[in-house]
């Protein structure tokens, strides 16, 4: 095993090739996804005066700074931090992220707790640039969620004697096989973590490979799959059904809901949906992109097929009555829409691999179905497929057959939805859980 001087010094080495690497497609990413070129200061630990008061004004006796990717990971954090505030009065947070999608996500939590959390983007994991932001948030704990282990901010926080833990922790096949194969050099990184919080038995194992101590390592569930915080407000729910009915989608139709979708899969889906219009006649379809500014290629692509969709950003959009697609290029919503769906498809399960989260739609109590690639959330699958709470289809024509059955076949449908419900029922509790080891 490396020592951590030699992981770090490695790591730092290959750093700015990387960074340099990755600049052009960061900078497009984030023109895409509505950035700031002012925002980019924050990367490297400078905030403008707004900011200091605001973090400045945080309780100081205890002091979180919790640092979540994406919306994703936002969802996760946003359901911890709730937790944290209703348990522990005199906790403030700092919620930093990555992505502008998952910033806009984290300001929304920020203004609900005024004066108990505070959003702002996550610093370049360049030497000082870590050891200078927590020496001006002066956290008393750094909370990582799901796989965010930073060497530099790790390590300083170590050095500053700020533990460090790893929350909703998760290897998926492809994070282990690449760490793996750095196995000398990753290990020492993970060991400066004071604890990780893990969501299947089967995760110890893996976290233990990599040379982890057994006792810093405890089962809690999965927050994202914990139904605790997950409960969609009626007064959501009801705005969007009075968008759909605005836009020409009436509350009695069919609606295929095609979740968190990826390039290529739109109008695979569209395809499927014609094809089933020819036996279902009022089927609606929606599209919930990942990335909403996909919006302009995605519309283009539909065309394509004879499809005029309509878009959520637009005011007063209206369907086409003869084929009703409805693109949903909003962030934030997209567990509410599920509520809405009738059936609920997984994007990135057929041209690509790894999967999208099915949890929600499970949690909504719904039919979900997805194609044959969902390597990042294998335990969540076999546990839905075990529980008869999902379908998983070979590819599109299959994924046709078992929408038609499950329209024309109501009580299988509503069998396969409670029976995913009850299945995540294993991991109510996780939050509280992962809030406890947190204060404790």
């Known amino acids: 095993m490396a020592s951590k001087a030699l992981s770090l010094t490695l ?189 299947e038995e089967d995760d110890i194992a893996r976290w233990e490979s990599f040379d982890v101590e057994r006792g810093r390592i405890h089962l809690t569930g999965s927050i994202k799959y914990d139904p605790e915080g997950s409960t969609v407000p009626a007064a959501k729910i009801d705005e969007l059904r009075n968008v759909l009915t605005q836009t020409g989608i009436a509350s009695t139709q069919p609606i295929l809901l095609a979740a968190s979708t990826h390039a290529g899969e739109e109008i695979e889906f569209a395809r499927v949906f014609q094809r089933l219009r020819e036996k279902i006649r009022d089927l609606a379809l929606l599209i919930v992109p990942r990335h909403v500014e996909r919006r302009a290629e995605i519309t283009a692509a539909l065309k394509t097929i004879g499809l005029s969709p309509a878009l959520r950003s637009i005011s007063g959009s209206r369907v086409d009555s003869n084929a009703p697609v409805f693109v949903i290029d909003t962030t934030g919503e997209l567990a509410a829409w599920q509520h809405l769906a009738t059936l609920v498809v997984v994007g990135k399960s057929f041209l690509a691999e790894g999967g999208q989260n099915p949890a929600e739609a499970a949690l909504a109590q719904k039919p979900v179905l997805f194609g044959p690639h969902m390597e990042n959330f294998t335990p969540l699958v076999e546990l839905l497929l075990k529980k008869g709470g999902a379908q998983q289809v070979a590819d599109f024509d299959a994924l046709t057959t078992a929408c038609l059955a499950l329209l024309q076949d109501k009580t299988k449908a509503a069998h396969m939805a409670q029976a995913g419900h009850q299945a995540l029922q294993a991991h109510e509790g996780a939050t509280q859980r992962s809030a406890e080891r947190l204060l404790s």
């Not at 990387?18 to 052009?24: A, D, H, N, R, Y």
């Not at 070129?37 to 309780?59: H, M, N, S, Y």
């Not at 008393?140 to 050095?159: C, F, G, K, Y």
């Open 11 to 199: 790591y730092n080495l290959a750093l700015p090739l990387g960074l340099v690497c990755m600049l052009p497609g960061a900078i497009v990413k984030m023109r895409r996804r509505n950035g700031r070129w002012r925002d980019l200061a924050q990367r490297v630990g400078c905030f403008d005066e707004d900011t200091k008061k605001a973090i400045d004004a945080l309780p100081q006796r205890e002091r979180f700074w919790v640092h979540a990717v994406s919306v994703g990971e936002v969802g996760v954090a946003k359901k911890l931090i709730t937790r944290l505030l209703k348990t522990h009065a005199d906790l403030g947070i700092v919620l930093s992220t990555t992505t502008p999608t998952g910033h806009a996500l984290a300001a929304e939590l920020a203004a609900q707790h005024t004066g108990r959390v505070v959003a702002i983007f996550s610093p370049v994991d360049l030497p000082g640039v870590g050891r200078l932001m927590l020496e001006r948030i002066q956290p008393t704990q750094l909370v990582l969620v799901e796989a965010e282990v930073w060497p530099n901010l790790t390590s300083a926080a170590e050095r500053l004697g700020i533990p460090v833990s790893l929350v909703n922790a998760r290897l998926s096949p492809r994070s282990e096989r690449r760490y793996r194969k750095f196995r000398r050099l990753v290990g020492p990184i993970f060991g400066m973590l004071k604890q990780i919080l893990v969501q």
